[in-house]
């Protein structure tokens, strides 16, 4: 027995090895040639030209890449899945003007708008006053152990409560032991709070900004509306439809503002989050009253995708192949070219639905091959396929999005990386990934992910609807959301490489 043991071990061992390496070599190639860089070079350049001024939603400039990518689509043989290559689609622009906050002792004369304090309001303009209720972190766990609303009546008033987690500056404090760790989970609870203000039926909620880093403003702001306001100023952006929606104006105190509520409630906030950190419970405030107001411009805008597709022989099965064309558009005189985020996953789409066209080869499925619009105003244009998917197709068998896969990472010295985004249980994804990538005679190295929870690109609305998904990305860069994102500064080569083991993927999953 002691000596069969190492020859048993060593056959299972083999067996093993020889199952992997089966594995990973199941998939083919796609019996049609790579993409190339003289075929997705022209399109890169002419989407992130300077006549193009950055494609940004609804603008000329948008209207003007959505009409080129409609005439690509049509001129290689793709077919529209509508009437038209264009899906168009409605949004709505809303821009806080101004606000203000009043607590009857001429406090709004001495606060400025975006210097004392932010807000964020609802699509109409809003005007209230009411009574304050403190709720310390506005936190509940999810087995309501913890609970900041627990006997407090907030239906009706104006709830206030501080930002950022109890005990988070002492991670020896009780309530961080004990909670610390579910809270990190709610995304610092910011998004966290409004939900539990809206449901506890507040009329607006104020969060005091614990300390005095004002850096916290603009985290703040971007967690809340997705927006990076601090490089690039914006307004909200929504459906038309989620106008009815429930919304409460949300504001942010800080600097003088955090000052003078702290005096006319007679707290100091700092030391209540100090209590805080240790009993989750403080007693609130009553009795005294706020009046808000926001003041709202309400724009309406016409988005659109554009869509064309292959149909399979299996029309009830599809294959979505994507990535948005918007960009960041001009700010005074200066445009945000957007040659990676995202004109090239858009150059890649049209690139690789030419080569499956010119194969002539049908597929066993259908290949839709989708631009979406209004990616950079909170990923609208994939959403609305999404939403809309039962007017035309099923729910797709995969989708895979191409979001800036031209360049690299600083930190990636060699070129070499491609993150992919899986869900977590779509196993047999990662297998067809891997497969792929070593299908090349200079594979990749993969940084495989789940996307599980995450929202950064397009593929949230698919993985949202239970469609597996392959999301491409080669890298953040110096040159993200900048002006300096051009053309000149892609990387051709790489953006080749990528496109090939997109192209084997797509094959691998829908070939006859």
Known sequence: MILKMPFIRLFIILL?????????????????????????????????????EGRETATNGG???????????????????????????????TTLITASIDTGENISEKLLYFNDFAAIGCPSDQKLSAELVFAGYGLISSDSVYNSYRELEVRGKIVLVIDGLPGEADTTALMWKTFGKEFLKQESGLKTKLQHALHQG?????LVQAGSDTSALMTWMTTLTGNDRAQYPDGDYLFPMDTTRQCIPVFLLHHEARRLMGKHLTMDFDQAALHLAEKPFLTAVTGKKASLQTDQELVELHACNVIGMIRGTDSTKTVVIGGHY?????????????????????????????????S???????????????E????????????????????????????????????????KVISIGIRKGDSSLRQLANGCNQLSGNPFELDIWDVSGHSGSDYAAF????????????????????????????NPGKMAAILKLIQDCMWNQAKP
């Open 326 to 358: 918007d960009h960041l558009g001009k700010r005074g005189d200066q445009i945000y070219y957007g040659a990676d985020d995202n004109a090239s996953g858009t150059s890649g789409v049209l690139t690789l639905a030419k080569k499956w066209m010119q």
């Open 202 to 206: 507040a009329k607006a909620l104020l």
């Open 16 to 52: 093993w090895l020889i199952f992997f390496s089966q594995t990973l070599c199941s998939q083919e190639k796609a019996p049609f040639t790579s993409p190339q860089q003289d075929e997705f070079l022209p399109l890169l350049r002419q989407l992130s030209a300077p006549e193009m």
């Open 360 to 374: 002539g080869i049908r597929p066993s499925q259908n290949l839709v091959f989708a631009c979406w619009d209004a």
């Open 376 to 415: 950079e105003k909170g990923l609208f244009g994939s959403s609305y396929f999404v939403d809309n998917l039962a007017k035309s197709l099923r729910l797709p068998t995969l989708y895979l999005n191409m979001d800036m896969i031209s360049r690299s990472a600083e930190s990636d010295t060699l070129e």
């Open 463 to 490: 993985a949202s609807a239970g469609v597996p998904v392959m999301t491409f990305f080669s890298g953040f860069h110096q040159d993200y959301h900048s002006p300096r994102d051009r053309f000149e500064t892609v």
């Open 63 to 93: 209207k003007a890449a959505a009409r080129f990518l409609a005439e690509k689509m049509r001129e290689m043989g793709l077919q529209p899945i509508g009437e038209s290559f264009m899906q168009p689609f409605g949004l709505l622009k």
